[in-house]
């Protein structure tokens, strides 16, 4: 239903210091510039950079989590979780604010975006097609680039042999590939 979503908008627009109780009906405009001139949501829009964003879309669309992305995204500064799940939901639902990152996005360099792009969290599937090679021989990059070209559907677009192969020894190192015990 479109219309459930509407009421997490509201509440993380009023996250911020709420506005003072309703008044007549003549004092609704005043509350209403009032809370679009908050100092929370400009110093929001200060500590959020544009690769900030952009590697939270990314790796909110590789996890469907936005916890996971708490706790496995390094972003420029430490946010809390309240304040990714603000920003995720202001980016959906606050036209403001998704026209400002979104044009901000946009200007930023190809090489800034490619740096973000290599640090997007691996997905669950991609995961599980990495713990399908086996431990034993060490793999060379010719066979991750086989996995990348039979799978092109599960890889995020940026993926290399050699990030592939990066995450395969993480993923051996704490013994999660599926011929380990």
């Given at each position: 239903?479109?219309?459930?979503p509407?009421p997490?908008?509201?509440?993380v ?18 509350r ?10 400009s ?5 959020w ?6 590697l939270?879309?990314?790796?909110v ?12 995204v ?6 809390t979780?309240?304040e ?50 086996p ?13 990348l070209l039979?799978?092109?559907e ?28």
């Amino acid at each position: 239903n479109p219309s459930k979503p509407v009421p997490h908008s509201i509440q993380v627009s009023r996250a911020v210091p709420p506005p003072a109780a309703p008044g007549p009906p003549s004092g609704l405009p005043k509350r209403l510039k009032k809370s679009k001139q908050s100092p929370a949501v400009s110093r929001d829009l200060g500590r959020w950079k544009p690769a900030d964003d952009l590697l939270l879309i990314n790796a909110v669309l590789q996890t469907n989590d936005l916890t996971s992305v708490h706790l496995g995204v390094k972003f420029s500064c430490r946010f809390t979780l309240r304040e990714i799940q603000e920003r995720w939901y202001a980016l959906l639902y606050d036209p403001v604010i998704c026209k400002l990152a979104c044009q901000a996005m946009r200007s930023l360099h190809p090489e800034a975006v490619a740096a973000v792009q290599s640090k997007v969290l691996f997905s669950k599937a991609e995961e599980q097609l990495l713990t399908r090679v086996p431990s034993t021989p060490q793999p060379s990059l010719e066979t991750f680039q086989d996995l990348l070209l039979r799978h092109p559907e599960v890889f995020y677009p940026s993926r290399t042999p050699k990030a592939l192969q990066l995450h395969w020894q993480l993923l051996r190192q704490y013994h999660l590939l599926q011929d380990q015990t």
